[in-house]
């Protein structure tokens, strides 16, 4: 019976070194910006998990857990949502009509695969950082018809391209959007050699 408890505690040893070492070697991920544990809706429509997001530049470049290195600021994201940053806020989320995450999904991710935008409407490594933290509990669109420019309630944190547009719930100013071109933009502003050609 020693014996038995003796290779169990040496086991034992042995797979907490494992563990520790495995930590050890983990790479660390420095961010300009880390949104700390935040239920993380990554706009494809998947239940959510809690995690972190890492950000550097305009450029998300870790997703989920991990070990933050050095790291500009650090955003207390628990109790919140991480969640792409919205197309379009009139999903009627708050109706129930459809569960919160295909409300998110139809909000950011859907209508983006069908513009075909690349690395915009997902919050996933190398996508671009527009992300929204916000509170499902408080978050109400209040703009109307008669009065469109009104502030969504709820929304603690925006970031577009990187940048902060909304900071611990007020605006901060910062105008980084920038327009978005469809992939068959370029082809149709390209000219036609041939039908040049054939007019010469």
């Not at 949104?35 to 305009?58: E, K, P």
């Not at 919050?123 to 969504?152: C, E, L």
């Not at 990187?162 to 605006?171: L, S, V």
Request: glycine share 10%; with cysteine.
């Amino acid at each position: 019976m020693r014996r038995f408890y003796l290779v169990a505690v040496a086991g034992w040893i042995v797979a907490l070194g494992l563990h520790l070492q495995a930590q050890s070697v983990a790479p660390q991920i420095d961010a300009d910006v880390l949104l700390s544990g935040g239920m993380l809706h990554l706009g494809d429509g998947a239940a959510a998990q809690r995690g972190n997001v890492a950000i550097v530049g305009d450029t998300i470049v870790a997703v989920g857990q991990f070990a933050p290195g050095k790291v500009g600021r650090t955003i207390d994201c628990t109790d919140l949502i991480v969640s792409p940053g919205f197309i379009d806020l009139h999903n009627h989320s708050d109706q129930k009509v459809v569960s919160l995450e295909q409300a998110i999904r139809s909000s950011s991710g859907l209508p983006v695969d069908i513009l075909q935008l690349k690395d915009r409407g997902y919050v996933r490594v190398d996508y671009r950082a527009d992300v929204i933290v916000w509170d499902q509990f408080t978050f109400i669109d209040t703009a109307t018809y008669n009065a469109p420019h009104q502030y969504a309630q709820g929304v603690s944190h925006v970031f577009v391209n990187g940048e902060p547009a909304i900071a611990d719930g007020y605006p901060t100013g910062v105008l980084a959007g920038k327009p978005l071109r469809h992939h068959s933009d370029k082809a149709n502003d390209e000219p036609n050699e041939s039908a040049s050609s054939s007019r010469n």
